[in-house]
């Protein structure tokens, strides 16, 4: 076989980099536009493959946007008693409202699914990840009065926060050091944990 025989060969598509690429281009897309502002043939434009391709990896666009989206939830923050429940928000401080998720546009993916939070399934895989993950172990260490409602509070504070600072780019939180709100959210995770 020439060069030229095969350099005429198709070339085989590897389906695992392929489906990851589309992954990585839903998760700009969705972060930026929305559910509603983003289209199949963009994602698969920006990746260089047919439309229908997107279709035959995940079935649709929703099952596209669900998987983009699904985030490992930290386990273990609340396993350990003798961990300080500040230190547990401090985690959750830094990880929902100051690290730096670039396959998200920048954007925590709770806060990129806030976007297209109208439509039902969206809603209910946001309420999964919060309810099934952060809250109910959190709550059960806050124990005392009401440690589910105190739970959603401090849940409602940092989604806040990451709404402020991302989305709106409030001046005072969105300039803000890590350091100079991980004081005065200290303070506030104080006396709901008390």
Not at 37 to 57: E, H, K, N, Q, S
Not at 131 to 146: I, K, Q, S
Request: with cysteine; hydrophobic share 40%; glycine share 8%.
């Amino acid at each position: 076989m020439t060069y030229d025989d095969f350099m005429d060969q198709p070339k085989r598509r590897d389906k695992a980099a392929t489906r990851a690429k589309l992954l990585d281009a839903a998760r700009l897309r969705f972060a930026r536009h929305g559910f509603d502002g983003t289209g199949v043939r963009d994602i698969a434009a920006d990746v260089g493959v047919d439309p229908a391709l997107v279709f035959r990896y995940f079935g649709s666009k929703e099952q596209l946007h669900e998987e983009a989206l699904r985030v490992e939830i930290p386990t273990g923050l609340t396993d350990d008693p003798a961990r300080p429940l500040t230190h547990i928000t401090d985690t959750l401080l830094h990880d929902v409202v100051f690290a730096d998720w670039e396959q998200f546009a920048g954007e925590h993916p709770l806060l990129v699914m806030l976007r297209s939070a109208g439509r039902p399934t969206i809603r209910d895989q946001m309420r999964q990840q919060l309810c099934e993950g952060y809250l109910p172990d959190f709550a059960e260490r806050l124990g005392g009065d009401n440690p589910a409602l105190r739970a959603e509070l401090v849940g409602a504070l940092l989604i806040g926060m990451g709404v402020m600072r991302t989305i709106l780019n409030t001046p005072a939180l969105h300039n803000a050091s890590y350091e100079e709100t991980r004081t005065l959210v200290t303070r506030l995770i104080t006396a709901l944990s008390d």
